[in-house]
T-cell receptor
């Protein structure tokens, strides 16, 4: 158990819908990262927040957005969902924001878009 | 942009055989990290290498960081069924807090 929690575990929805994925980092960690893992694409970095502010942006679509709240939990919002958005979405956290930081991954949310 | 390549993509070994996965970056890395993801699980941090030419061992696992800090390897001696999973290397993107992950090497161990 990494100490990072993600809800829900599974999500099944239809194309065109909007969903929100939630992540609570390990106690004391200030950084939260979101990743998308598709079958043949490995781990794609989406976005990072550090202490409530956006710190780095990866290959995140405009239909996706995220935020980190004052209590440091984070939400990833996915809208106008397409079949290709079906994937595992992982949240990770680290103590600070440095590139040397170990990242601790949550169990993931499996999103299925029908 | 920065690319992190891993080979092989898949590896099937007989239990007791050795296994090696290689990681190559298109740019020099300040450090490299290795993660393991068991089937149905999430990536779990294994180790971080920082110094040029660094070698670290964890029981049957040996990690190396190249002299030029652009490549790394993970070697497992005498594989066991508990070693099954996908092994990822990851390096920080220059000037960014972002980690770039390789696509991983999926290891299967035949008992």
């Amino acid at each position: 158990d990494s100490g990072v929690t993600q809800t829900p575990k599974h999500l099944i929805t239809a194309t065109g819908q909007r969903v929100t994925l939630r992540c609570s980092p390990r106690s004391g960690d200030l950084s939260v990262y979101w990743y998308q893992q598709s079958l043949d694409q490995g781990l794609q970095f989406l976005i990072q927040y550090y202490n409530g502010e956006e710190r780095a942006k990866g290959n995140i679509l405009e239909r996706f957005s995220a935020q980190q709240f004052p209590d440091l939990h984070s939400e990833l919002n996915l809208s106008s969902l397409e079949l290709g958005d079906s994937a595992l979405y992982f949240c990770a956290s680290s103590p600070l924001a440095g590139d040397a930081d170990t990242q601790y991954f949550g169990p993931g949310t499996r999103l299925t878009v029908l | 942009g920065q690319q992190v390549m891993q080979i092989p993509q898949y590896q099937h070994v007989q239990e007791g055989e050795d296994f090696t996965t290689y990681c190559n970056s298109s740019t020099t890395l300040s450090n490299i990290q290795w993660y393991k993801q068991r089937p149905g699980g999430h990536p779990v941090f294994l180790i971080q290498l920082v110094k040029s030419g660094e070698v670290k061992k964890q029981k049957r696992l040996t990690f190396q960081f190249g002299e030029a800090k652009k490549n790394s390897s993970l070697h497992i001696t005498a594989t066991q069924t508990t070693d099954v999973g996908t092994y990822f290397c990851a390096g920080p993107r220059a000037g960014s807090y972002q980690l770039t992950f390789g696509k991983g090497t999926k290891l299967s161990v035949i008992p």
